[in-house]
């Protein structure tokens, strides 16, 4: 019994359980009892040894430490206890007697010091004047018993005036009181009972809750001591002095525990006090000696402005409920995201939710947080805490939207959104394994309470100004978290009373649609101004040496994206008919610039040489007054400007544009699609629920698709025209305008020997180095191609229009044939530039023409009777351009150029053509710069004219070439010998 005098015990003098706030009590712990229990922590972790007395001793060594016992204070009690028990014969001890025995045994002297001793002597004045006085009704003359004690608690009386003997009286008569008391048996007729233990137990309790609190280590509060079972085992030595029972000490280490959870909040702890209340609950019921003896120890704790009466145990149980209840009702702002004891202070409350506490009789203590199954409690949780954390938020709310220069509402909307993000993430896994619908209950008011502040503000909508613009998008963020938290019922425990559909919307698209659609339609004449003053300004000059397109291009884009993200950054529901506003945008951009692109490109046919007349060849020495070929007549003005500024250059930069449009519209439209379907993807998703909104999801995908098809396809059908017409025109520039000196009027000119193709292929060569250097990699092929094609068509036309200078013996023809394939190998390159059969493809009519040049004149004759027959049935064939290697007017240029006497009589015979003598060979274009002739009347009535139109002039010659034709069928063929 010697062990209990060893605590640092504390006077209380209220006589009912006082209940306060735990978080701010602190132990005051003194660093020099440390030492030795950090010395036993250094040690290594050994397995429980057997009860020998050394470790009986270490053990009562360490509850010394943990009440915080100086080594020379212990030895004194020890001592001073042990004689006191070596006189006591028999019976059992209790606290007055203990404290009696310590103050006559323990003397001043026993002290270094004189306040250590003065306190350890109040201290056990008090206990005594706590214990005899709560019995007060037991004593006959208490106030003698209060003058007693009031001499021991007088310093100078005790220690100065009185003697020895004199103060061994005033112990004595205490004495006496104490033994009278002792005697008296217990109320409740428990083993072991005083009338100390109902009496005094206020401070039997504290006292007992002091020893308690040892079990926790001093240097990890947190934490049990080493050696915490045997701890406990000395501890209920302690029982039958202070009145403790099983269920009494149940009920104060829960107490004691969870109070040491509240200061550490170590989950540990409260695992712990949730097993001693589960063991307190489950025997409460019992009946009996010690149900009466609880009963007994009454408590008032305070309840807002009543003290109900309760016993100490419903005060104990009621004390933890207050306490869990009181976080519970504001979880958002009690149990953050680190706190992962939520679920489990959760578990303590509803375990002691369902208990109704009060005293012995009417009185009880009776709350709705407090009665009713599990659910009910978690419901007014959610709802209490929900309110709680928006009104928290909405105070505030004038202060933050002025810090960030935003909104209220779109504010608090955000701030709405992390309480639902945090009830879904955090809280409503926990919730719902006792309240399935906790999830939706905190959605329903969130939406509600923010609603209430919404709706003034939706009736005022007219425009897309920039408050709209922070707030809608704010409000559908909000709406589409909420949804996710009324959705995520947990799955094993869903209700069927609850359906998704319940969750009234802020219907956002009913006062969004009208503006947004307003919006976008005014950003057309926007666009279209921009890109028409893009276009003005632009040069047509690289961005840069790795950027070979225009800044124009570049610029249109960035116009039509920016709108775009502003669109969908809105954050608003969309509907398809924006989607069609926006595409249809985007379509007239576009298609207006590139119509306006490829606007300025002349018609190729304007790039040609006037078409020389029809002679035939005729040698002469003769001098003779020679004619002009052809009158110059200036281009139209118009025409004249487009192609000054239509260079090689420029049109290779156009056409690194027009690449670049095609590639950035797949771009554009892959993030179009993106956005709408993240946009619309809520939608979508809440179609999933049922089949028929699944069919309309599916059909208004599938219109969807063909406005995206109907939009891009046909603006990427116009850009890939607009490559090829540029591509077209490119070649037709180099060939027929910028190398007609060097090519058209140089080659075959006099003679071919002296003309041949090989003096001519460094012109080429440079202009397409030039161009390589201009136009896209990827693009390169086509242009080169079509550069391919018009030199071919420009070999023919030498061929076939090269003017009275160019005549071919059957000996040129081989020449000509291999100038051909130089021209051919030249674009093939050894396998690195064109394909060779796209190559030979369109080489196959000058080789049809060369052909035609090493056939007998007769053969070519006979050939040209037979297609003037066709002429007029309208069969004629259209192929090459407007040419055919068999038609009548082919085969009439051929003869002209062959240096045969035969085809010159026939062609002086019949078609009484002149002598390619007779006329100038001083090339059309010498002086005439920038301003090629238009074609013109031929001076002679009989010369073929090549129109744009069909070729309608041809037709002033359709009556002389049947005539002819008859003419031959009569008289054979010595007719035009």
Same mark, same amino acid.
């Given at each position: 019994?010697?062990?209990?005098?060893?605590?640092?015990?504390?006077?209380?003098?209220?006589?009912?359980?006082?209940?306060?706030?735990?978080?701010?009590?602190?132990?005051?712990?003194?660093?020099?009892?440390?030492?030795?229990?950090?010395?036993?922590?250094?040690?290594?972790?050994?397995?429980?040894?057997?009860?020998?007395?050394?470790?009986?001793?270490?053990?009562?060594?360490?509850?010394?430490?943990?009440?915080?016992?100086?080594?020379?204070?212990?030895?004194?009690?020890?001592?001073?206890?042990?004689?006191?028990?070596?006189?006591?014969?028999?019976?059992?001890?209790?606290?007055?007697?203990?404290?009696?025995?310590?103050?006559n045994g323990i003397l001043k002297s026993d002290f270094l010091y004189e306040k250590p001793y003065m306190q350890w002597k109040?201290?056990?004045?008090?206990?005594?004047?706590?214990?005899?006085?709560?019995?007060?009704?037991?004593?006959?003359?208490?106030?003698?018993?209060?003058?007693?004690?009031?001499?021991?608690?007088?310093?100078?009386?005790?220690?100065?005036?009185?003697?020895?003997?004199?103060?061994?009286?005033?112990?004595?008569?205490?004495?006496?009181?104490?033994?009278?008391?002792?005697?008296?048996?217990?109320?409740?007729?428990?083993?072991?009972?005083?009338?100390?233990?109902?009496?005094?137990?206020?401070?039997?309790?504290?006292?007992?809750?002091?020893?308690?609190?040892?079990?926790?280590?001093?240097?990890?509060?947190?934490? =049990?001591?080493?050696?915490?079972?045997?701890?406990?085992?000395?501890?209920?030595?302690?029982?039958?002095?202070?009145?403790?029972?099983?269920?009494?000490?149940?009920?104060?280490?829960?107490?004691?525990?969870?109070?040491? =959870?509240?200061?550490?909040?170590?989950?540990?702890?409260?695992?712990?006090?949730?097993?001693?209340?589960?063991?307190?609950?489950?025997?409460?019921?019992?009946?009996?000696?010690?149900?009466?003896?609880?009963?007994?120890?009454?408590?008032?704790?305070?309840?807002?402005?009543?003290?109900?009466?309760?016993?100490?145990?419903?005060?104990?149980?009621?004390?933890?409920?207050? @306490?869990?209840?009181?976080?519970?009702?504001?979880? &958002?702002?009690?149990?953050?995201?680190?706190?992962?004891?939520?679920?489990?202070?959760?578990?303590?409350?509803?375990?002691?939710?369902?208990?109704?506490?009060?005293?012995?009789?009417?009185?009880?203590?009776?709350?709705?947080?407090?009665?009713?199954?599990?659910?009910?409690?978690?419901?007014?949780?959610?709802?209490?805490?929900?309110?709680?954390?928006?009104?928290?938020?909405?105070?505030?709310?004038?202060?933050?939207?002025?810090?960030?220069?935003?909104?209220?509402?779109? %504010?608090?909307?955000?701030?709405?959104?992390?309480?639902?993000?945090?009830?879904?993430?955090?809280?409503?896994?926990?919730?719902?394994?006792?309240?399935?619908?906790?999830?939706?209950?905190?959605?329903?008011?969130? &939406?509600?309470?923010?609603?209430?502040?919404?709706?003034? =503000?939706?009736?005022?909508?007219?425009?897309?100004?920039?408050?709209?613009?922070?707030?809608?998008?704010?409000?559908?963020?909000?709406?589409?978290?909420?949804?996710?938290?009324?959705?995520?019922?947990?799955?094993?425990?869903?209700?069927?009373?609850?359906?998704?559909?319940?969750?009234?919307?802020?219907?956002?698209?009913?006062?969004?649609?009208?503006?947004?659609? #307003?919006?976008?339609?005014?950003? &057309?004449?926007? *666009?279209?101004?921009?890109?028409?003053?893009?276009?003005?300004?632009?040069?047509?000059?690289?961005?840069?040496?790795?950027?070979?397109?225009?800044?124009?291009? %570049?610029?249109?884009?960035?116009?039509?994206?920016?709108?775009? !993200?502003?669109?969908?950054?809105?954050?608003?529901?969309?509907?398809?008919?924006?989607?069609?506003?926006?595409?249809?945008? *985007?379509? &007239?951009?576009?298609?207006?610039?590139?119509?306006?692109?490829?606007?300025?490109?002349?018609?190729?046919?304007?790039?040609?040489?006037?078409?020389?007349?029809?002679?035939?060849?005729?040698?002469?020495?003769?001098?003779?007054?020679?004619?002009?070929?052809?009158?110059?007549?200036?281009?139209?003005?118009?025409?004249?400007?487009?192609?000054?500024?239509?260079?090689?250059?420029?049109?290779?930069? +156009?056409?690194?544009?027009?690449?670049?449009?095609?590639?950035?519209?797949? *771009?554009?439209?892959?993030?179009?699609?993106?956005? @709408?379907?993240?946009?619309?993807?809520?939608?979508?998703?809440?179609?999933?629920?049922?089949?028929?909104?699944?069919?309309?999801?599916?059909?208004?995908?599938?219109?969807? /698709?063909?406005?995206?098809?109907?939009?891009?396809?046909?603006?990427?059908?116009?850009?890939?025209?607009?490559?090829? +017409?540029?591509?077209?025109?490119?070649?037709?520039?180099?060939?027929? @305008?910028?190398?007609?000196?060097?090519?058209?009027?140089?080659?075959?000119?006099?003679?071919? #020997?002296?003309?041949?193709?090989?003096?001519?292929?460094?012109?080429?060569?440079?202009?397409?180095?030039?161009?390589?250097?201009? %136009?896209?990699?990827?693009?390169?092929?086509?242009?080169?191609?079509?550069?391919?094609?018009?030199?071919?068509?420009?070999?023919? @036309?030498?061929?076939?229009?090269?003017?009275?200078?160019?005549?071919?013996?059957?000996?040129?023809?081989?020449?000509?044939?291999?100038?051909?394939?130089?021209?051919?190998?030249f674009f093939i390159a050894d396998g690195e530039g064109l394909p060779r059969s796209l190559v030979e493809n369109e080489a196959?009519?000058?080789?049809?023409?060369?052909?035609?040049?090493?056939?007998?004149?007769?053969?070519?004759?006979?050939?040209?009777?037979?297609?003037?027959?066709?002429?007029?049935?309208?069969?004629?064939?259209?192929?090459?351009?407007?040419?055919?290697?068999? /038609?009548?007017?082919?085969?009439?240029?051929?003869?002209?150029?062959?240096? !045969?006497?035969?085809?010159?009589?026939?062609?002086?015979?019949?078609?009484?053509?002149?002598?390619?003598?007779?006329?100038?060979?001083?090339?059309?274009?010498?002086?005439?710069?920038?301003?090629?002739?238009?074609?013109?009347?031929? *001076?002679?009535?009989?010369?073929?004219?090549?129109?744009?139109?069909?070729?309608?002039? =041809?037709?002033?010659?359709?009556?002389?070439?049947?005539?002819?034709?008859?003419?031959?069928?009569?008289?054979?063929?010595?007719?035009?010998?």
């Amino acid at each position: 019994m010697a062990l209990v005098h060893s605590f640092k015990f504390h006077s209380l003098f209220t006589t009912r359980l006082e209940i306060y706030s735990f978080e701010d009590q602190k132990k005051d712990k003194s660093s020099g009892f440390l030492a030795g229990l950090k010395n036993k922590r250094d040690k290594k972790h050994l397995q429980p040894q057997p009860q020998s007395p050394e470790r009986h001793e270490e053990v009562i060594n360490t509850i010394r430490v943990q009440m915080q016992i100086s080594e020379a204070m212990d030895a004194c009690v020890r001592q001073t206890s042990m004689q006191f028990a070596s006189r006591k014969a028999c019976g059992q001890l209790d606290i007055p007697q203990i404290s009696l025995g310590l103050l006559n045994g323990i003397l001043k002297s026993d002290f270094l010091y004189e306040k250590p001793y003065m306190q350890w002597k109040k201290r056990q004045a008090n206990i005594l004047e706590e214990v005899l006085i709560s019995a007060n009704h037991l004593i006959t003359d208490k106030q003698v018993i209060e003058t007693l004690l009031a001499k021991i608690n007088n310093s100078e009386e005790w220690d100065n005036l009185m003697s020895t003997s004199e103060r061994t009286e005033v112990l004595a008569a205490i004495r006496q009181v104490s033994l009278l008391l002792s005697s008296v048996n217990g109320h409740f007729g428990i083993q072991g009972e005083t009338c100390y233990w109902a009496t005094s137990y206020h401070f039997n309790i504290r006292l007992y809750e002091k020893l308690l609190f040892g079990i926790f280590d001093i240097l990890d509060e947190g934490n =049990f001591i080493e050696g915490a079972d045997e701890f406990m085992k000395l501890c209920k030595l302690t029982w039958s002095t202070l009145g403790i029972t099983q269920k009494v000490h149940n009920a104060l280490y829960g107490w004691v525990l969870f109070q040491q =959870f509240v200061l550490t909040e170590e989950e540990m702890l409260l695992d712990h006090a949730i097993i001693e209340v589960q063991k307190l609950l489950s025997t409460e019921s019992s009946k009996g000696k010690d149900e009466e003896y609880i009963n007994s120890l009454i408590c008032y704790p305070e309840c807002d402005d009543s003290e109900p009466e309760m016993n100490l145990v419903q005060a104990i149980l009621w004390s933890m409920s207050y @306490w869990c209840d009181s976080k519970l009702q504001d979880y &958002h702002l009690h149990f953050s995201q680190e706190h992962g004891f939520f679920a489990k202070v959760l578990t303590m409350a509803l375990v002691l939710g369902n208990k109704n506490y009060g005293s012995r009789d009417e009185n009880k203590l009776t709350s709705d947080a407090l009665s009713g199954p599990d659910a009910v409690h978690v419901k007014m949780y959610v709802e209490r805490s929900v309110e709680a954390a928006y009104r928290r938020i909405e105070n505030t709310i004038i202060l933050e939207s002025q810090m960030e220069r935003s909104n209220a509402l779109a %504010v608090l909307a955000n701030d709405v959104r992390v309480i639902a993000e945090k009830e879904l993430n955090v809280y409503s896994p926990v919730l719902c394994h006792w309240y399935p619908e906790s999830a939706m209950v905190a959605a329903k008011l969130l &939406h509600q309470l923010y609603g209430e502040r919404l709706k003034p =503000f939706l009736e005022q909508v007219s425009s897309l100004s920039d408050e709209v613009k922070l707030v809608l998008p704010a409000v559908g963020r909000l709406e589409r978290g909420l949804s996710l938290l009324f959705s995520s019922t947990c799955k094993e425990k869903e209700s069927q009373s609850f359906s998704i559909l319940e969750l009234d919307r802020y219907q956002l698209g009913k006062f969004s649609r009208p503006i947004i659609l #307003e919006w976008v339609i005014a950003q &057309h004449a926007r *666009i279209l101004e921009w890109t028409g003053r893009a276009l003005d300004l632009e040069k047509w000059e690289p961005l840069s040496h790795q950027q070979k397109h225009s800044s124009s291009a %570049v610029e249109v884009f960035r116009i039509i994206e920016e709108t775009v !993200d502003q669109l969908f950054a809105l954050s608003l529901p969309l509907d398809i008919t924006h989607l069609q506003a926006l595409l249809s945008i *985007i379509f &007239h951009t576009l298609d207006s610039y590139l119509h306006k692109v490829c606007s300025r490109l002349v018609d190729k046919h304007h790039l040609y040489p006037p078409v020389p007349p029809l002679t035939r060849y005729k040698e002469t020495v003769f001098p003779v007054i020679k004619k002009k070929v052809v009158e110059n007549v200036l281009l139209e003005e118009e025409v004249n400007s487009n192609l000054a500024e239509l260079t090689v250059s420029k049109l290779c930069i +156009r056409l690194n544009t027009l690449q670049y449009i095609q590639k950035q519209m797949g *771009i554009l439209e892959d993030g179009i699609r993106k956005s @709408w379907g993240s946009a619309t993807l809520s939608e979508n998703n809440r179609g999933e629920e049922h089949p028929e909104a699944s069919e309309t999801v599916l059909e208004y995908s599938e219109s969807v /698709d063909e406005l995206f098809v109907a939009t891009f396809d046909s603006l990427r059908d116009t850009a890939a025209d607009a490559i090829r +017409r540029t591509c077209e025109f490119i070649g037709a520039r180099v060939v027929f @305008w910028d190398l007609r000196d060097s090519f058209l009027f140089r080659l075959y000119r006099g003679s071919v #020997e002296s003309a041949r193709f090989e003096t001519i292929l460094p012109n080429f060569d440079s202009v397409l180095n030039n161009i390589c250097g201009y %136009v896209d990699d990827i693009l390169r092929d086509l242009v080169v191609a079509s550069i391919c094609k018009a030199s071919l068509d420009g070999y023919v @036309w030498v061929l076939l229009d090269g003017g009275p200078s160019c005549a071919f013996s059957d000996a040129d023809v081989k020449l000509m044939d291999e100038d051909l394939h130089i021209l051919k190998d030249f674009f093939i390159a050894d396998g690195e530039g064109l394909p060779r059969s796209l190559v030979e493809n369109e080489a196959q009519f000058a080789h049809q023409i060369l052909n035609l040049f090493s056939l007998q004149t007769e053969s070519v004759i006979q050939m040209l009777m037979t297609a003037s027959e066709l002429i007029p049935t309208g069969v004629e064939s259209q192929k090459h351009g407007h040419r055919h290697v068999v /038609d009548a007017r082919t085969l009439v240029r051929v003869l002209c150029h062959k240096k !045969d006497k035969e085809a010159s009589q026939f062609l002086k015979l019949h078609y009484h053509l002149p002598a390619s003598s007779d006329y100038d060979d001083e090339s059309p274009l010498k002086d005439s710069g920038l301003k090629p002739p238009m074609m013109t009347d031929f *001076i002679r009535t009989t010369s073929l004219q090549w129109s744009n139109n069909g070729h309608d002039s =041809f037709k002033s010659i359709k009556k002389r070439l049947q005539k002819v034709t008859s003419e031959i069928r009569h008289s054979g063929s010595s007719s035009y010998s």
